[in-house]
């Protein structure tokens, strides 16, 4: 083996010894593909088998160490008996017992007349000591005596198989050469990758995040996640398109007809994507805001000037009905201005034909859509802009693929409406420029929040009466469809039987077994105000706007997260009324819950909730994490590591201005499994 190389790291689990088809089996079953994989499996505590005690000083229910010489067999034909071997020492007596072991095994780890060191608890049978099945056991004392880790194991691996491996790997780690600069080896006291890794497995260290090695290996986590999405960017900034030359008049025409007053972050946004449009490289950016913060109008806007510099632009949503709603958002905003249409898949053959004919002969400039508007027969004569809603369901590879899609001239400008901590934002889109809206329209009240037992229903059910009477609509949100014995859940179904009851022929349900095209129908009816009430689960669209939407109650509140409930909450608010979230839950609170409702009720800023959801939860449960993409980080945690997410930006800034050559970071793309994105980009 190559003792400079990271391809040992690399190479198969069946290079181990000890390592057969059956153990590499099991861990490739717990995410365990090679021998790298298997370093950040971390102990979880150890036992310290370090010191040799006299049998006489033995003490029962311990864990102990014992030399001692095996004397006397005794191995009954009984079936279900146990195995026996009397072990002495100078000052006692000491019975092994082993169930299901062979006379040979026995034999051979126990030899009679023989010194062996053995470490096991003791038990007390027929006033002798005794040590059950013990698994440490050796002629060797040195091997036996020590501190040894215990993993979080597999069924079918035991603590010495599992031992045994981790130290046959950190006896043979390659001697990698340093990829760090002097300046930030420094930070982290000089300590290598190498010794960070034997550090992180020593049974004394066990929990302690903050000491240097444990920091260092954390940090090169994040850094070659950040240096991949700096290729990116490299990559899409090099891309040469032709300018995009508008003027700003009617744009500022179509604001000054607006019956709001745009915010500072709109105003803001607008600029900087304006600016990118405006210039001869392409622009990757985010729009990221909280709900209801008019990320759409700037959108919108943004479009509009592509158009009037001679391009076509796209408009994509995740559903059928959020398209449909921004189609006519733009109908009723730029009227007969530009030509503007809708690929649905509702739409009858003949005129999806005659929409994909006139987009490739540049006679429709605006199209909304789903992914449908992506497909490999539908092309654009000038596509200039693509823009997409909710993207959060994309991870890094489909953003870097879809903007390859547009061609060398086309823009891509992704909407998000899941606020999440700044830490975050660089992990999850570290590949792209960002533009925040923080600020709510003016003239837009905030929603109230209250918190209700569930055993005043009957309030709240007041309270909606007179809602309804009010000409308002309401949300009922329960988080399951079925009733489980086993989860006291409220079931939406038996909420909407329960409220049929009360307001007859006014309640709709919509549940996550409900398909697309009946949940499109139902919600276009509540649209429409067919419907008072609309009892859901937690499937309500992201950005769907319902203005008559006055209030919504949430079951079982404290079995959603902050940011969820603040998402949900949301989807009231959108008019000019004021709009109420009624939390309800049981009286049993967990004291996590009872800071969750504390925080809602006190903010309405999506970005403030969120590093307080992250607090509270830790950053694998945010929302829009999950859906991300990104693996977990092994060691790194946006919580706690703020300071080395920040030390990892300001690093890949000075490589990106030195315009320094990344080759020697080689080993650590491959190891951290940035590589292939790498390659895909060079």
């Not at 946006?638 to 315009?659: Q, S, T, V, W, Y």
């Amino acid at each position: 083996m190559n003792k400079n190389s990271h391809k040992f790291l690399l190479s198969d689990l069946s290079n181990l010894k000890g390592v057969g088809k059956r153990i590499e089996n099991l861990l490739k079953k717990k995410g365990v593909n090679n021998i790298f994989d298997l370093l950040w499996k971390l102990p979880k505590t150890y036992t310290d088998r370090s010191f040799t005690s006299k049998i006489k000083d033995l003490k029962i229910s311990n864990i102990e160490t014992v030399s001692v010489i095996p004397y006397k067999y005794s191995f009954p034909r009984i079936r279900n008996l146990p195995n026996r071997v009397l072990c002495k020492d100078e000052t006692g007596q000491l019975d092994c017992v082993f169930f299901n072991s062979y006379e040979g095994y026995i034999k051979k780890i126990l030899p009679l007349g023989k010194t062996v060191t053995i470490s096991g608890k003791i038990s007390h049978f027929k006033n002798k000591y005794q040590i059950t099945n013990p698994k440490h056991i050796s002629e060797n004392e040195e091997l036996v005596k020590g501190k040894h880790n215990e993993y979080s194991l597999t069924e079918g691996i035991s603590q010495n198989v599992y031992n045994k491996i981790i130290k046959q790997i950190l006896e043979n780690l390659p001697d990698l050469k340093e990829w760090h600069s002097k300046d930030i080896c420094k930070i982290f006291n000089n300590i290598s990758w190498n010794k960070s890794i034997i550090e992180l497995h020593r049974p004394e260290n066990i929990g302690k995040h903050s000491e240097n090695f444990y920091q260092r290996l954390a940090y090169d986590e994040i850094f070659s996640f950040f240096l991949v999405n700096s290729e990116i960017r490299k990559k899409i900034k090099k891309i040469k398109k032709q300018k995009k030359i508008f003027d700003i008049k009617d744009q500022n025409r179509i604001i000054s007809k607006l019956n709001f007053n745009l915010t500072n972050d709109q105003k803001k946004s607008l600029e900087q994507i304006n600016k990118d449009l405006n210039s001869s490289t392409k622009m990757f950016r985010l729009l990221q805001g909280d709900v209801g913060s008019g990320k759409t109008i700037v959108s919108l806007l943004a479009a509009l000037n592509s158009i009037k510099s001679g391009f076509q632009v796209a408009f994509m949503a995740p559903t059928e009905i959020l398209a449909r709603q921004h189609y006519k958002l733009a109908k009723d905003l730029f009227e007969n201005d530009i030509s503007i249409n809708l690929l649905s898949s509702k739409s009858e053959t003949k005129i999806k034909k005659e929409i994909i004919k006139k987009l490739e002969e540049k006679k429709i400039d605006l199209i909304f859509g789903t992914h449908a508007i992506f497909q490999k027969k539908i092309i654009f004569k000038k596509l200039g802009l693509v823009i997409i809603d909710e993207q959060h369901k994309f991870g890094v590879n489909q953003r870097k693929r879809l903007s390859d899609k547009g061609g060398d001239n086309c823009d891509v400008l992704l909407m998000s409406a899941t606020p999440i901590p700044r830490t975050l934002t660089m992990t999850i889109y570290g590949d792209m420029d960002l533009s925040i809206i923080r600020e709510k329209p003016k003239s837009r009240k905030e929603v109230i929040t209250y918190s209700k037992l569930e055993s005043k229903i009957d309030d709240v059910l007041k309270f909606i009466q007179k809602e309804i009477k009010n000409e308002n609509q309401i949300f009922w949100v329960c988080p399951l469809i079925e009733e489980s014995k086993k989860i006291d859940h409220a079931s939406a179904i038996s909420k909407f039987k329960f409220l049929s009851k009360i307001f007859p022929n006014q309640v709709a349900l919509l549940h996550g077994k409900t398909d697309m095209e009946e949940k499109e129908i139902i919600l276009n009816k509540f649209l429409k105000r067919e419907y008072k009430i609309l009892v859901s689960t937690t499937v309500i669209e992201v950005g769907i706007d319902f203005p008559n939407a006055t209030v919504i109650v949430i079951e079982n509140a404290n079995k959603f997260g902050i940011s969820q409930l603040h998402q949900l909450r949301g989807r009231v608010g959108r008019g000019s009324k004021q709009s109420n979230c009624i939390l309800m839950f049981k009286s049993n609170l967990s004291e996590n819950a009872k800071k969750r409702i504390k925080i809602l009720k006190k903010s309405n800023d999506g970005f403030e909730i969120s590093e307080e959801d992250m607090k509270l939860r830790g950053y694998g449960d945010i929302l829009g994490f999950k859906q991300s993409g990104i693996k977990n980080f092994r060691l790194a945690d946006p919580i706690h590591n703020g300071d080395l997410f920040e030390i990892a930006e300001n690093e890949i800034k000075r490589i990106e201005n030195e315009n320094e050559d990344i080759s020697g970071f080689k080993q650590l793309l491959k190891l951290y499994d940035r590589a292939d994105i790498i390659n895909d980009i060079a």
